[in-house]
C-alpha cells in the first residue's frame, strides 16, 4: 500500500485492512490487520507481507499528533487526511464496504490511496 497527499510528516498514518466488512472502516478490533507507520516527503508505504486471496477494504488516517484517533472538528468533519481503498468515498461519512473493496489475488497486489 502506497499513501500519498501526506500533509506534512509528523506523526505517522495508521492503516487498518479489513476482510470483509465487520468493523469497517474504524474498529481495529475486527480488522484483519493494522498497521502504523512513518512518513517520508508526503508519502507512506505499508507492506503487510502475505495476505490470502479474497476481498479486502482499507482505511488510512494521518495521525499527525500520534494519538491514536483521528481529529475532528465540532461537526465531526477530521481535521486530518483520511482515505479508503479505491480512494471510495461516502455521501455522509465513510464509504461502504462494497466501494472500498478489492480483490487480493495470488501475484503481487498493490493499491495506492490518496489521502483527503
Not at 495508521?14 to 493494522?34: I, T, Y
Not at 507492506?47 to 488510512?60: M, Q
Not at 471510495?88 to 461502504?96: H, L
Not at 472500498?100 to 490511496?113: D, E, G, L, M
Amino acid at each position: 500500500l502506497q499513501v500519498t497527499h501526506v500533509k506534512n510528516d509528523q506523526g505517522v498514518v495508521r492503516v487498518l485492512l479489513f476482510k470483509g466488512e465487520a468493523g469497517f472502516p474504524d474498529d481495529e478490533a475486527k480488522a484483519f490487520k493494522s498497521a502504523s507507520v512513518k512518513i517520508k516527503d508526503g508519502k507512506a508505504v505499508v507492506d503487510f507481507g502475505a495476505v490470502p486471496e479474497g476481498t479486502y477494504a482499507l482505511s488510512v488516517f494521518h495521525d499527525s499528533q500520534n494519538t491514536g484517533k483521528l481529529r475532528t472538528n465540532s461537526f465531526g468533519i477530521p481535521r486530518d487526511g483520511y482515505g479508503f481503498s479505491n480512494n471510495a468515498m461516502g455521501t455522509f461519512g465513510p464509504p461502504s464496504f462494497e466501494k472500498a473493496a478489492f480483490k487480493v489475488t495470488a501475484c503481487k497486489n498493490n493499491v495506492s490511496i490518496k489521502l483527503r
